[in-house]
């Protein structure tokens, strides 16, 4: 299996930096399980430098731990043997070793373990930076995998780093497209159902890829209490977040279906002003996302937005089996997979409709469109809706995670869509269906005489 793949924008903007004439401070972060120290490492491997992952040890044992690596890494025994009075002293002494004719990488992984240890530890890096590194020959790599705590220790305004980091790198999940290269061998319908499992997350990627099948996995990785995945989605609301347990409650409400506000709130017993922090709270952690229809003009202020959880694997998590967690405790998956069997279908089937929505994405200019997303009222849903910076419909479609064939019925429905609601659309919008099992030969016939219909 390919380790590694799809982060070509990341490396070059780091080889970018350490190719530069000067020093250069860069920010890594994301969540777990990313493969943000995999793109370090493949970077770094060719290069002179000095990584450090961090724990939760204490002050003195990190200060050791850090002195120990620079020695080995610069062949230099003398730095393992001193002790450090303080962090400057260290940093001293590292410059003291270090290469003065070719560029050093040093690199703090899992940088908030530090900044939990010594809450002024940020602070010791701007000064040293300020005052030796920022003009010397070094590049600076301070990478985190909690979120919330990299932003306010390196990137927030009031945060001691704030303005040092030449580039800040969000790690993001990968898209669809790339998981053929990691699974090969399996087709696009199962491909489909792994993702509804991994949601882009190489790791995760990595342990599913172990089995022959998507339900294998399901079970051995995430349905069964001694599995990698089983505690997953507790592991990272505790590593991000001061009040896992509200947060919790709001995926679950999410995941189980409700999407507004008000609904929340009521169903939560949470004040309005009290659920908009932690809803804002988890959608800067990127695990919950606002939506609105896409021929909103006005996004931010539109009242018919819903919320949802972002992450495949929470999303599955909390809509499917976290109700059933008790039957788990007492080691039943073979019962909890067949009870979750309609939300497991509901759940790939939202799956789907984003990776279809993707892959229209990536045709935005041969579309004429501006944004694409969804399109809903009381009345009617479009699945897939492009509008160009008129606001008017340019693209329309329909996903079908279905075991039955699309056929001329669905094309007739769609359009109504658009006359019946009187929705804005250029004359010669074009009508897009993608379906897990096909079409019809109707259809199909005519899609061959029509260019405005797309089959995929």
């Known amino acids: 299996m390919n380790k590694f793949i799809n982060r070509e924008k990341e490396l070059a903007a780091l080889e970018e930096k350490y190719n530069s004439s000067k020093s250069e401070l860069v920010v890594i972060y994301g969540r777990r399980r990313l493969g943000k120290t995999t793109l370090i490492r493949n970077f770094v491997k060719k290069l002179p430098h000095v990584y450090f992952m961090a724990d939760r040890a204490g002050e003195e044992i990190s200060k050791s731990s850090l002195a120990l690596t620079m020695s080995e890494a610069l ?4 730095l393992e043997s001193i002790k450090y009075p303080s962090w400057y002293d260290l940093f001293a002494a590292f410059d003291k070793f270090r290469s003065k004719n070719k560029k050093t990488v040093l690199i703090l992984d899992e940088f908030q373990y530090l900044c939990q240890m010594q809450p002024a530890f940020a602070s010791f890096i701007q000064k040293w930076w300020d005052e030796h590194w920022k003009n010397s020959n070094i590049l600076l790599i301070l990478c985190g995998s909690v979120t919330s705590m990299m932003y306010k220790e390196t990137l927030a305004e009031n945060s001691p ?38 949601g882009g997350i190489p790791r995760y990627i990595e342990l599913a890829g172990e089995y022959k099948d998507f339900k294998t996995a399901l079970k051995k990785l995430v349905l069964n209490r001694t599995g990698i995945l089983y505690n997953e989605a507790k592991y990272i609301l505790h590593d991000e977040i001061y009040t896992p ?47 609105v229809p896409v021929l909103e003009t006005n996004p931010a202020k539109s009242k018919k937005g819903i919320y949802k959880v972002s992450d495949p694997f929470l999303r599955l998590w909390f809509g499917c089996i976290y109700p059933y967690e008790s039957f788990l405790e007492f080691e039943q998956p073979d019962l909890v997979m067949k009870k979750i069997g309609p939300q497991l279908l509901k759940h790939i089937s939202f799956c789907y409709e984003d990776i279809c929505r993707d892959l229209v994405k990536e045709k935005m200019l041969d579309f004429n469109c501006f944004k694409i ?24 479609g329909e996903c079908k995670w279905s075991n039955k064939k699309i056929g001329l019925s669905l094309l007739k429905e769609l359009k109504n869509k658009i006359t019946d609601n009187n929705l804005p659309a250029v004359p010669n919008y074009k009508c897009v269906f993608f379906s897990k099992s096909g079409f019809t030969k109707d259809l199909l016939e005519k899609a061959e005489s029509d260019k405005s219909i797309i089959l995929i």
């Open 161 to 198: 780093l704030y303005g040092r980091a030449s580039v800040q790198l969000l790690i993001s999940p990968l898209r669809f497209k790339y998981l053929k290269k990691f699974m090969p061998k399996l087709n696009h319908i199962e491909l489909i159902k792994f993702y509804s499992l991994t």
């Open 245 to 291: 347990n509200t947060c919790w409650s709001i995926l679950n409400a999410l995941g189980s279906g409700t999407t507004r506000i008000s609904e929340l709130g009521s169903k939560l017993n949470l004040p309005t002003n009290q659920l908009t922090r932690y809803i804002d709270l988890l959608k800067d952690l990127f695990l919950v996302y606002r939506e």
């Open 373 to 396: 997303g969804r399109q809903w009222s009381k009345n009617y849903e479009i699945d897939i809706a492009g509008v160009n910076e008129k606001n008017e419909i340019t693209i329309i």
């Open 75 to 78: 062949a230099e025994p003398l």
